[in-house]
């Protein structure tokens, strides 16, 4: 006799065309990109137009690197350091506030947490010509500090690695640390980043994604000598003509990242799961 529980989780054929059909969904932009990458200007107004991938693609992105005005490598490198360095900043903090939140006591924390939450439901752009003035009096203007700096700390990774630290880490297991002689920094560094590591790799991998793919405030404090990856695609369009081969060329490469961020960050976050369940 099979139980309501086992029905549940039994899969179906149908359950199989689906998830196909949704996979095939996600993946036909990137592939249609590579093929739009891969032709020439003049295939790509072909009508059917182009399917399979061609053989254009070393063309196209050398017509990217030879584009003065994009200045694609300094984009990639530039949008290479802010990212990378804003994701080891965000996990970091987010995870010392939300273990201090979640497990330490102390007056006004209650209060401090619900003025995190507050400036969560402030629109970003609303701070955008503060913050642009703000850069200039600080002399940051065209630097990578006006694009790293005000986004070393989140409201959101506060808040999510102080809900995940809640019920994730118990208190006998902190208590247990004291008594061995550990500091409360000691505490963080073996006991609780440890146990963070799934919802830290979440963190990580969302924080990445959205520096990485950040446009509106990089386009406004940045020259275009010195743009991010975002500023960089943009100027490979121009007002009445854009050559689609060289964009989508552009486009296929400043997606590496993200993927190799994917896979790297996908496995902590399996590996942490794993690792708790065998625990539990």
Known sequence: MISASQRLWRTSPLTYLALLLAALLSIYPFYYMLVIGTRSLDNINDV????TPGGAFGDNFGRVLDNDAANFLTGMMNSIIVSSVVTVSVVLTGSLAGFAFAKLKFRG?????????????????????????MMQDLGWYDTLYAVTVPFLVTAFGVFMMRQYASQAISDELIEAGRVDGASTFRIYWSIVLPALRPAAGVLGLLTFMETWNSFLWPYAILTPENPTLQVSLSFLSYAYYTDYSQVFAATAIGTIP???????????????????????
């Open 48 to 51: 059917p137009p182009p399917l």
């Open 109 to 133: 924390s209650n209060a401090l947490l619900l003025a995190i939450i507050v400036t969560m439901m402030i629109p970003t752009q609303m701070g955008l010509i503060p913050l642009w003035g």
């Open 258 to 280: 993200l993927v190799i961020v994917f896979l790297v960050f996908g496995r902590q976050i399996i590996g942490g799961i794993m690792e708790g369940a065998v625990k539990s």
